[in-house]
Nanobody, 115 residues
């Protein structure tokens, strides 16, 4: 059974940092592209960044230079390091596995950035 479990979210002041974790199970992690999405209240879900099996990560313009996506295949974990956070970064953040049969989502973790 494919499962993604996010952790590490919380409340932080503007300018601060958060590190999100996504533990994966139920598939061969090293062969699958992974991504982080977010959804703010009243808005659609947007891609934040993604990382392929062996490729460099890519990011949406609004987080370039502030967010970093990385993965540890030995630990079946993908990370999202978020620095210089802004109130506009407040959202529920979701981990996603880009499987051939479709995208599998984690349960999401709420991140709130106060001004």
């Amino acid at each position: 059974q494919v499962q993604l479990v996010e952790s590490g979210g919380g409340l932080v002041q503007a300018g601060g940092s958060l590190r999100l974790f996504c533990a994966a199970s139920g598939f061969i992690f090293s062969t699958v592209g992974m991504a982080w999405y977010r959804q703010a209240t009243g808005k659609g879900r947007e891609l934040v960044g993604s990382i392929g099996r062996a490729s460099s990560p890519v990011y949406v313009d609004s987080v370039k230079g502030r967010f970093t996506v990385s993965r540890d295949n030995a630990k079946n974990t993908v990370y999202l390091q978020m620095d210089s956070l802004k109130p506009d970064d407040t959202a529920v953040y979701y981990c996603a596995a880009l499987l051939g049969a479709g995208t599998t989502w984690g349960q999401g973790t709420q991140d709130t950035v106060s001004s």
